[in-house]
């Protein structure tokens, strides 16, 4: 019964929005055990998402001026050279950010010690980075596939189903 006192009719069958649950991986950061965010079903927070997507913009802003090839024979310019003096450390921070976003309660400090390689293979292992393709030796993503908006770090619904009871644990420790 309504306030007015009309009982309420159904009028359509219910709708169905989908299975909207979030997939979550342990994650062992020195000793201390997290759930983080698996990204490769988009099946996480939007507020995250809105993180990960600025903290990449401000990557693509630093290189940006790397993204064209440089002409034969011409010098870089300024830019250029400052883009490329200023890449290792924006790549850094960008792929911090990222594990500080899917790893809730891990801080920048945590992180400190551990290799951004380290931390990349985390991302790729999260579903944030895409896998090296078959017979490639290093994980990389390629600036490029950030910034164009074609390809997001997080794409696909490829990963299989999971449950609690075999979540499996990625472990990165300082020593």
């Known amino acids: 019964m309504t306030m007015n006192g009309r009982a309420v009719e159904t009028v359509g069958p219910p709708i169905q929005l989908g299975d909207f649950l979030p997939e979550r991986r342990q994650v062992v950061i020195n000793g201390q055990t997290y759930n983080a965010w698996v990204t490769t079903n988009r099946r996480y927070p939007r507020s995250i998402m809105a993180r990960l997507d600025k903290a990449a913009r401000a990557y693509n802003r630093v290189i ?8 034969e024979g011409q010098e870089p310019d300024e830019a250029r050279l400052k883009a490329a003096e200023d890449q290792p450390e924006a790549w850094a921070e960008y792929v911090c950010e990222a594990v500080i976003q899917l ?12 290799d951004t390689d380290t931390l ?6 999260l579903g944030y980075f895409k896998p090296p393709a078959a017979g490639s030796d290093a994980v990389e ?35």
């Open 64 to 71: 940006m001026p790397l993204w064209d090839p440089l002409p």
């Open 141 to 175: 993503t390629t600036p490029g596939e950030v910034a164009t908006g074609e390809e997001t770090p997080s794409t696909g619904d490829s990963s299989p189903e999971s449950s609690a009871d075999s979540t499996p644990v990625t472990e990165l420790t300082n020593s």
């Open 120 to 125: 990349a293979n985390l991302l790729t292992e």
């Open 103 to 114: 790893v809730p309660g891990v801080t920048e400090s945590d992180l400190d010690l551990i």
